[in-house]
């Protein structure tokens, strides 16, 4: 079975200074990774995946993720958060021998002014 | 692309009452997603297709639900004799089969009375 856990519900950060939302997976297999993002009224939206190769991947509006296999984490980072980055991020795990995802519960980044 | 379309963005029924929901994929994609979201929670696997045959069906997926894509373009999702417990966002995605971004509709907001 594949899993996710988002441990934080809601994550705080003043404009500007760096932002992280912790993830972490449970996999049989090679975890396949990856970050959605959903804005108010919208659908989702792919930010970044990790599929192999470098554990540091880097995807849309600036963002990055950090592959840790040995912590079996993903978390989601990025060095300067903008108030237009608050909504509701989720992270999703694919076993490489499944071909649906399981999405976490989602975290909502509240970036402040 | 013209992106993922669902219709209809709301329903309102009463228990008891079937309901049909479509999705218009990205025309190019031949995997085509349905998941449910309900509120504080990530989107959870319902169904997936890859182009008209249906491949995996979640053991969420009770029997009163029934999903088709009788020509591996558009699908629908029907939910007979609906239940107050499947008032839910219901959500599409496609992708194009070995490329790892699914690509969302807006959903349909489901309301059971």
């Known amino acids: 079975a594949q899993s996710v856990a988002q441990p934080e519900d809601q994550v705080n950060v003043a404009e500007g200074n760096p932002l992280t939302v912790k993830c972490t997976y449970s996999?049989?297999?090679?975890?396949?990774l990856f970050w959605y993002v959903q804005y108010p009224n919208r659908g989702l939206q792919f930010l970044l995946k990790?599929?192999?190769?470098?554990?540091l991947v880097k995807g849309s509006y600036g963002f990055e993720a950090e592959f840790n296999k040995s912590q079996t984490s993903f978390h989601l980072k990025k060095p300067s958060a903008l108030v237009s980055d608050s909504a509701l991020y989720f992270c999703a795990v694919r076993d490489g021998g499944y071909s649906t995802l399981t999405f976490g519960k989602g975290t909502m980044l509240l970036v402040s002014p | 692309d013209t992106g993922v379309s669902q219709d209809p963005r709301h329903k309102i029924t009463k228990r008891g009452q079937n309901v049909t929901f479509r999705c218009d994929p990205i025309s190019e994609h031949n995997r085509l997603y349905w998941y449910r979201q309900t509120l504080g929670q990530g989107p959870e696997f319902l169904t997936y297709?890859?182009?008209?045959?249906?491949?995996?069906k979640s053991r969420l997926l009770s029997d009163r639900f029934s999903a088709e894509r009788p020509k591996g373009s558009f699908s629908t999702l029907e939910i007979q004799r609906t239940e107050q417990g499947d008032s839910a966002m219901y959500l599409c995605?496609?992708?194009?089969?070995?490329?790892?971004?699914?690509?969302f509709g807006s959903g349909t907001q489901l309301s059971v009375l």
């Open positions: 297709f890859q182009n008209e045959a249906q491949l995996e």
């Open positions: 995605a496609s992708s194009l089969q070995g490329w790892e971004k699914l690509f």
């Open positions: 990790y599929i192999t190769g470098d554990n």
């Open positions: 996999v049989s297999g090679n975890p396949y």
